[in-house]
T-cell receptor, first 119, second 114 residues
Framework: AQTVTQSQPEMSVQEAETVTLSCTYD???????LFWYKQPPSRQMILVIR????KQQNATENRFSVNFQKAAKSFSLKISDSQLGDAAMYFC????????????????WGAGTKLIIKP | DSGVTQTPKHLITATGQRVTLRCSPR?????VYWYQQSLDQGLQFLIQ???????AKGNILERFSAQQFPDLHSELNLSSLELGDSALYFC?????????????FGPGTRLTVL
């Protein structure tokens, strides 16, 4: 079974600085997707960024980028120029990409990292 | 706004009762997923429907059931409620049921069982 581990329960960063959130996962599959979701105090679950395992290039979305190390099964999120609005819980999630009638495309979640932005 | 709607936003009820949570997926999405977020267990997948049919089951209790209707909205029914069922219940939707598409989440329903 696949597992996702976020070892940092809480991180803090000064506004305008850069912070990296860690995520490791365990899987025997070769084809999968990895996601970072953000959950602000409103509790809405918002997709931040997505990475396809078959792509070597790291995904980037504006100030958010990932460092995807497939062999190490590591998927960290870098937030540049941190803003107050970035304060939230960040969840790393795994999803199988194996096609088939019995395939299960549920998201498997890490425990989350609470990101605090200091003004 | 993800385009996924969930009602009600908050629900307070007593132990032993039954409640129904409703989810409307984004326009064009055929797949609906239900997740439970509780303090002690984190986020867990409950069940998935695709175009009206059950596709996958996760850690869903026998007291819980769900269905997806012809108009693609879905309902999650929770019965014989216990204190431990208090949680945030999310619905997510995606275009198809495959590994290539992204799940978009609704705002959630916060259930409090007293």
């Amino acid at each position: 079974a696949q597992t996702v581990t976020q070892s940092q329960p809480e991180m803090s960063v000064q506004e305008a600085e850069t912070v990296t959130l860690s995520c490791t996962y365990d899987t025997s599959e070769s084809d999968y997707y990895l996601f970072w979701y953000k959950q602000p105090p409103s509790r809405q679950m918002i997709l931040v960024i997505r990475q396809e395992a078959y792509k070597q290039q790291n995904a980037t979305e504006n100030r958010f980028s990932v460092n995807f190390q497939k062999a190490a099964k590591s998927f960290s999120l870098k937030i540049s120029d941190s803003q107050l609005g970035d304060a939230a819980m960040y969840f790393c999630a795994y999803r199988s990409a194996i096609m088939g009638m019995d395939s299960n495309y549920q998201l498997i979640w890490g425990a989350g990292t609470k990101l605090i932005i200091k003004p | 706004d993800s385009g996924v709607t969930q009602t009600p936003k908050h629900l307070i009820t007593a132990t032993g009762q039954r409640v129904t949570l409703r989810c409307s997926p984004r326009s064009g999405d055929l797949s609906v997923y239900w997740y439970q977020q509780s303090l002690d267990q984190g986020l867990q997948f409950l069940i998935q429907y695709y175009n009206g049919e059950e596709r996958a089951k996760g850690n869903i209790l026998e007291r819980f059931s769900a269905q997806q209707f012809p108009d693609l909205h879905s309902e999650l029914n929770l019965s014989s409620l216990e204190l431990g069922d208090s949680a945030l219940y999310f619905c997510a939707s995606s275009v198809v049921s495959s590994g290539t598409d992204t799940q978009y989440f609704g705002p959630g329903t916060r259930l409090t069982v007293l």
